[in-house]
């Protein structure tokens, strides 16, 4: 026994090297073998040997790097190192699933400049990809190598195993699991491969697409499909539909096999969780987990329902600045929230059930992650999801479950030994991983403390020591001394094993002018040793007198913490406290604005029965159990809509990389959150189509949403609204304001658009005459071809062919008006409304011919050469001519006045008041495709309607209340308690955070989301360069 | 080459537009000097010093007004204009913009709003006014009939002078030089640009730095100021000498500040070397406002349409500053801060009514407290016996939409085309209709 202790001793903080590793299976005998037996048997602990599970008093035995036996009943056998570790509890080793370690890191992509020219391709090597942000083909497992400093790092705080891939792209490559010990890489690989690491960010790419998120979402989904069509062409013969054989491509080839493979998705908050969910659920990627971002909390019945397992960073924020008065103008009600709450947010999401892992990823210093993890469990996790979240569900996560993640015989012998209960104040002392035994401090260390008797030149001197080892303190008194004497602190204590240094100044003990140099050492409690003194050595010895033992039992934390911030609907300033019911009502004695045949109807009733309109007109009785609301005084209108928005459009609202991206999609990246949804409602607003840029002449695909306040992203979209496209013509396409660089994306001139539009649209053709083609074939043809790939670009050119798709265009003057009027007739498809067309007063003849309808500003002109000829008649002038006209807003501050706005043509030019009106609902309804389900007052209608304190088109009307769909989204009375509550709530969080004094400033400054700008139409630039720069224009449209 | 064709072909299209000039003048002329008396009957005249007035007559004579009252007799000679139950304001001021000065935004070679470095309190907005801007009679068929332009840039701006809109050129156009200098006021706030994000201390440190700057020209033009009273100075220093009308009290002071912390430190300012002081922007003016007023702090205030600043503030909060002013007792007028868009500021002022001002307050607020402000407020601003003609006939309430229709315009008796640009075009295409 003696011998295993002093083994033990010489190991303590070193890594030791003694079993485990034995000689590489694979490489030729070369020197002496290393032999070193490794059998271990770790007494008398309280294990944990899965989470919930848990023996006092256990053994666990340690053979060749694996578990052979775990109990409270199992012996040590002979031959089998003993380590007490009764004093101690042990954990099995800790998983990271979301890591770099071993690979090195990718070098960031260097600040950019919007003066920089675009780069529009990919430099191909070997059979990569076309985009440099898909780094599919890699398995980073070929790149491995152990990083000793690094595992050191993870292993100080428990992991034992970690997943890694390089965190670089879009696809970002396979991962792979390994051990976090040193050895040869071969032999510490758990799981060669593991799945494809993925993000919305594409990283260190230089090429400019794609240059927003949504650009992001379609080349994911492009990418995925080719994966598919890979899977199904490359290897088949027959040249029917490609001019060469199927070539090769090495990102497609890894990525053909990704169900199997799985994936790990990156995301920055709750709104890119659900987004890259409802991306991989497209393909069937249900099994990919997510990594999270501590935002989780805001959407949890989404993030339950998307029954995906996540990987929970604990980079908790840093109190929001208001230590300052002056600072905390730029302090969010938002952020005071999520800071308060990210820290419950484990506990949240367990308590919904929602499985997780934990990991070190996005801690700037990963020192940070136990304190952190200790103040989630504070704030309510348990300790056994915590184990778990660090065990099993990372082990599964990481496909190697059935190796590591567990004490149970048959698993890796990764353990951590840890003092008392890790998740409330324990302390990590050793981790063994394969076996390979890592200390952090000394197991079982020689317990010094104590008193001791020591002859001192004929006085007797009481030493007393207290602490452990590693921080000894200690005084000595003459034992002949007064009571009260005062005690000399001893100097410069010194411990290595048993052995036991310091130093002692007499002058205050004895008035003896010298130190006193002790050196010895403890051994089964005698301390034997020498003076120093300048008279010579004195050898002495003592017995040990323990101390009265101090320590308290361990206890388990309770949870502790009082929230005090609320969630809203969004959860943000002015979110409501539960999502908005629908509900029956009766609305009396208001004067009605149908937008229909019927005109503006005085002292009337509605009454709105299950979302719609159902009964119109004087005098109506009310319905059993329907609310009343006296609108006496009040106008009614529908809701007002928008042709042109770009309000609550996340990250990028131009892909204006390619000249053509009709591949990319404005639903992919709504905001639900976007206060200028609230402020919508507020001016009266409830739809509007949400239009990509018009960076290039065929851009991406629009979203037509409600401003439903409150809902997730997927509850804004209209589902009645046909799908619709961007175009755009004249200067922002042409690139004639975007400086210098940007000289040599073709088209350069409006002659070039025509070109542009034509030859996208005749590759359309053929593409689809391919589909066709390969579609009449039978099953057992089909089998023998390489079938046609699914190209998302042209897929929407060819819906705009076959009608399901429609057409807005962004156009100015006469002449592009003209020539896509022209072109349309020529390839037949056919515009369905001219956005802003400011110039169509001119054309209007030939767009009433081709049956376009035309959407335009009241008033704008000037800022461009292009509105050189902008009229604010321009409303009246082409509705005199059979358009039909609405007037947009193409902004978020007009969009909270279209009344207004509309009223502009009464103004100028003497439009009927109800014709204005139906500008701003019946007409952008008909644009969009929607009038059959609102936009006007009408029985059957949805009931979408605003009710205004006086004339709707008077500069002094206000909306009063604002409904969609017989729900209610904005009440001008409960807004004013909105203020109130959210003044006061701020006010008690930054007492929270002034409270909470120094630590509040403690953690991630970068943890918050930040808030989107105000989109506008020619807003472009590299959304993924933000940080670095980005162009921006403003005030042009 | 590109030169002489671009001259060429200019010179085209002047000799095409002299074919076609009769049918269609081209451009407005200016109003000839008023040389017999008019007599203008029946109005509603809000004069806003002095209510508003039903069924009033208004006597002008010399481009002045000379009398006001019920039943005024016609003098000998004069023209009597019957303008029966239309309603008659003094001719709307719009402060603090760049008419004139940019004519196309996003062309450059018409934009003449912004020079380079930080110390131009020596250049003056007005020698680039074009008063032939396509733009102007767009402005003045709304009811505008003076503008203040500034220069823009940053920190030390340059002058603005207040512009009567319908001139020959920036001489005849100039009612009030120098106006004022106006300062750009640097940041104050800890977030960066969502363009281009920076971590709040360093945002803090640029601040501290860009306002040490600032204070820093007004030390070394007290410096010329000093030596100058005291003969010292070598020469001259065409900056620091525009300068000396400031600290005289002469040349108030415009600071162009939206964020609270920004309006304070331009107070400290102002205070230190005893400035008159009014803000421009003025976003955060209403966290402030008692404080405003009692500093006699001025606010040209630029966000009556605007979005509220913070995301955390409600959705009528730009909307709601006009009446927090009003009540606060701080001198305020409003302005859209833009070019063609200027067109909307009398509706952006009734705006301000439905959130709280009265008529006669936000009348006040494009009128006599602009006028105020600009330093003219004993000649414009108001209908008195003695101002200037300069009056602006509208067939129902100016402020809405629903009424807002403007017949006649004067600028000191001179009555104003009120044609433009845009009603050409609209009369141009009107013919393409008619004729099938």
Redesign the interface.
Known sequence: MTKARLSLLSSALLTVFTAGSHADQTTPLQGIIDKTPNFIALTGATVYTEPGKKLQNATVLIADGRISAVGTKVSVPAGYQQIDASRYTLYPGFIDPYTQYGIEAAKPAKPGSYRDAPVYKNERKGGNASNAAIHAEHNWVDQFQPDSKAAAELRKLGFTAAQSARFDGIFRGQAFVSALTDGLPNELILNPNGPQFMAFSKGSSKQSYPSSLMGSIALIRQTLSDANWYNQAYGKTDVRYFNEPIEFNAALQSLSNIERQGAIFETADDRSLLRAHQLLTEFKLDNAAMVGSGYEYVRLDEVKAMQRKLILPLNFPAAP?VEQV??Q??V???DLRHWERAPANAAALANAGVPFALTTFKLKDKKDFWPNLRKAVQHGLSADTALAALTTVPAAIAGVADKVGKIAPGYQADLVLATGDLFADGEIIATWVRGQQHSIKAIAPVQFAGDYQLNLNGKVVKITLKGEADKLSGEATLLAAPADAKAVKLQHIHTQQQRLQFNLNLTELSGDKQIAQFNGQLLDNQLSGLWQLTTGSQAVTAQRQPLPDSSTPDKAVKPDVKLISSITFPN???GLPALAKQQNVHIKNATVWTAEQDGVLENTDVIVRNGKFDKIGKNLSTPRGFDVIDASGMHLTPGMIDEHSHVAIEAGVNEGTDAVTSEVRIGDVLNPED??L??GL??GTTTAQLLHGSANPIGGQAQVIQFRWGESAEGLKMRAAPPSIKFALG?NVKQ??WGDAFTERYPQTRIGVETTIRDAFVAAKEYNAKLAAYNKLSKRQREQVAPPRIDYRLQALVEILNKQRFIHTHSYVASEILMLIELADELGFSITTFTHILEG??TA?EMAAHGASASTFA???????EV??A???NAC?MA??GVNVSINSDD??LQ??LN?EA??S??Y?GMS?HDALKMVTINPAMQLKIDGVTGSIKVGKQADFVLWNT?P??????AQQTWIGGTKYFDINI?KQL?QQ?EAE?AALVQKVLNAGDAAKAGD?DAYK?????WHCEDQ?DWWQ?????H?HS??H | MTFNKICLSLSVAAIAGLNIGSAAAHDMVPGKAQSSPLLLTGLTVHTVTNGVKADTDVLIIDGKIAALGQGLAAPEGATVLALDGKHLYPGLIALANQLGLIEIEAVRSTDDSTEVTQTNPDIKAKVAYNADSEVIPTIRSNGFAYSMVYPSGSMLMGQSSLMQLDAWNYQDAVVADGTGLHVRWPNASTLGSRWNPKPADEVRKANAKQLEALQQYFKDAKAYYDAEQAGLNKGVDSRWHEMLAVFDGKRPLFVHADDERQIRQAMLLANEYQLKLTIVGGRDSWRLAEELAAAKVAVIYTAPYGLPTRGDENYSQAFVVPKTLQDAGVQYALSLDGYWDTRNLVFAAGQAISFGLTQEQALRSVTINAAQIAGVADKIGSIEVGKAASLVVSEGDIFDYLGHKVTHLWIDGRAVDLNNRHKQLHDKYQQRINQG
């Open positions: 600045a002056a600072d103008l730029d969010n009600l938002a943000r300033a002015y206060i200028n609230y402020r507020a001016g200067e004639s304001n007063y001119k003849k008033d704008w002109w000037a800022y461009k050469m050189q000829d009229i604010p008649t002038l005199e001519q978020a501050g909270r006045r207004q009223a502009k009464v103004m030019c008041e004339h088109l008077s500069v002094y009307s206000q807004d203020k959210l701020k400054k930040q808030e989107e700008p105000e630039g933000i940080g670095q720069h980005l921006r005030h042009s």
